[in-house]
């Protein structure tokens, strides 16, 4: 069963560049990749979202290579703040189109 | 700014009730989206709506059914609540169901 694949925690201080990947197979064509960024007792919130090669806005950056297997999702200089759990969100294509979240990963950022 | 409200943000229930979770949004979004999360699986879709009175399963709707019978409202009915049912419930809108999704806060749903 197609599904998604990201690190279950990440562990990094205040100032450094953190990439998190996400990776998945049988992604539907032409569809997008989304990240969220969730706080405790808050729902996801959007971050990002890309087709292929790269995009860049003022919180992040995504890179998706030429064969959309996977997704990272690039958060430069983090902050205390960034402490938070990150999904990525795919549409799959088996049977019928499928929205599916990743598992999520931990980000703990220390000082 | 998007604003989706859920009717609750805790509530416990008893096994066999009948328990309705309410969600409204306010920026007319054609799609709503009803997930469970749960601690190591994240988030999973139980099931959306495109369009007043439409309805799609998702990954799980085992035990679950909704209703939307006015654009900006979305409800999860679990007709018979049984323990396996406790978890986060979020609720989404958007555009498109490939476009953004705006989430609400969740309601943590106890079952004893």
């Known amino acids: 069963l197609a599904k998604t694949t990201q690190p279950i925690s990440m562990d990094s201080y205040e100032g450094q560049e953190v990439n998190i990947t996400c990776s998945h197979n049988?992604?539907?064509?032409?569809?997008?990749i989304t990240w969220y960024q969730q706080f405790p007792s808050q729902g996801p919130r959007f971050i990002i979202q890309?087709?292929?090669t790269k995009v860049t806005n003022e919180v992040a950056s995504l890179f998706i290579p030429a064969d959309r297997k996977s997704s990272t999702l690039s958060l430069p200089r983090v902050s205390l703040s960034d402490t938070a759990v990150y999904y990525c969100?795919?549409?799959?294509?088996?049977?019928?189109?499928?929205?599916?979240f990743g598992t999520g990963t931990r980000l703990q950022v220390f000082p | 700014d998007v604003k989706v409200t859920q009717s609750s943000r805790y509530l416990v229930k008893r096994t066999g009730e009948k328990v309705f979770l309410e969600c409204v949004q306010d920026?007319?979004?054609?799609?709503m989206f009803w997930y469970r999360q749960d601690p190591g699986l994240g988030l999973r879709l139980i099931y959306f709506?495109?369009?007043?009175?439409?309805?799609e399963k998702g990954d799980i709707p085992e035990g679950y059914s909704v209703s939307r019978e006015k654009k900006e409202r979305f409800s999860l009915i679990l007709e018979s609540a049984s323990t396996n049912q406790t978890s986060m419930y979020l609720c989404?809108?958007?555009?498109?169901?490939?476009?953004?999704?705006?989430f609400g806060p969740g309601t943590r749903l106890l079952v004893l």
């Open positions: 969100l795919v549409v799959l294509k088996y049977n019928t189109d499928k929205l599916i």
């Open positions: 989404a809108s958007g555009s498109s169901y490939q476009e953004t999704q705006y």
């Open positions: 890309g087709y292929k």
């Open positions: 049988n992604i539907a064509t032409n569809d997008y």
């Open positions: 709506s495109y369009d007043v009175k439409m309805k």
């Open positions: 920026m007319d979004h054609e799609n």
